[in-house]
């Protein structure tokens, strides 16, 4: 069964940078049609995307926050990691990493599923 | 970015009631539309693809309609366990943009 598991710091400092890792099991993240994504949701708030990354490593970002993301997979580790840079208090927020999975030959029809738990990440000095 | 519309924000209803959410595309998406259904301090579940297609596990209460802009999500009749807050999200194009949510309450 695919599980996912989000880790990292839970307090970041303003203007630092925001570092979680998404530990996959039971599946290969490097596995052909595999790839993974982070979503966001700040408390009592809405979902945001961030930024998806393939099982070939063609990466994917939220314009919105594209200048200050980067998504990376470590394949020998099986897993994939999210750095945010110059945070700041509107990143507070709880993190999830997911699978986004591709309907075969319809790359449109794609959704997230299964989801980590997620992370609650607060930027604060 | 493809801006995502949902109402009612927050719904109220008892249990065997039917109920309907909507979710309005800022533009056309085909049926390229998902549904999610969160509870309190989890994270969120996906429901139903491709505006109407059920995942696997998901119980036949639960329908999708839609197509272009305007979508729904039915639960034909409410179980104690349906109470959530409901997602709806456009896979057809990037960024992959969320609507605001609807709160499924108790009456």
């Known amino acids: 069964q695919l599980q996912l598991q989000e880790s990292g710091p839970g307090l970041v400092k303003p203007s630092e940078t925001l570092s979680l890792t998404c530990t996959v099991s039971?599946?290969?993240?490097?596995?052909?049609?595999?790839?993974w994504g982070w979503i966001r949701q700040p408390p009592g708030k809405g979902l945001e995307w961030i930024a998806t990354?393939?099982?070939?490593?063609?990466?994917y970002y939220n314009p919105s926050l594209k200048s200050r993301v980067t998504i990376s997979a470590d394949t020998s580790q099986n897993h994939f990691s999210l750095k945010l840079s110059s945070v700041t208090a509107a990143d507070t927020a709880i993190y999830y990493c997911?699978?986004?999975?591709?309907?075969?030959?319809?790359?449109?029809?794609?959704?997230?599923?299964?989801w980590g738990h997620g992370t609650l990440v607060t930027v604060s000095s | 970015d493809i801006q995502m519309t949902q109402s009612p924000s927050s719904l109220s209803a008892s249990v065997g009631d039917r109920v309907t959410i909507t979710c309005r595309a800022s533009?056309?998406?085909?049926?390229?539309l998902n549904w999610y259904q969160q509870k309190p301090g989890k994270a969120p579940k996906f429901l139903i693809y491709?505006?109407?297609t059920l995942q696997s596990g998901v119980p036949s209460r639960f329908s999708g309609s839609g197509s272009g802009t305007d979508f729904t999500l039915t639960i034909s009749s409410l179980q104690p366990e349906d109470f959530a807050t409901y997602y709806c999200?456009?896979?057809?194009?990037?960024?992959?943009?969320f609507g605001q949510g609807t709160k499924l309450d108790i009456k």
């Open positions: 997911a699978r986004r999975k591709l309907l075969g030959g319809s790359p449109q029809y794609n959704w997230f599923d299964p």
């Open positions: 039971g599946d290969s993240i490097s596995f052909s049609n595999n790839y």
């Open positions: 990354i393939s099982y070939s490593g063609s990466t």
């Open positions: 533009q056309s998406i085909s049926n390229f």
């Open positions: 491709g505006t109407s």
């Open positions: 999200q456009q896979s057809y194009s990037s960024p992959y943009t």
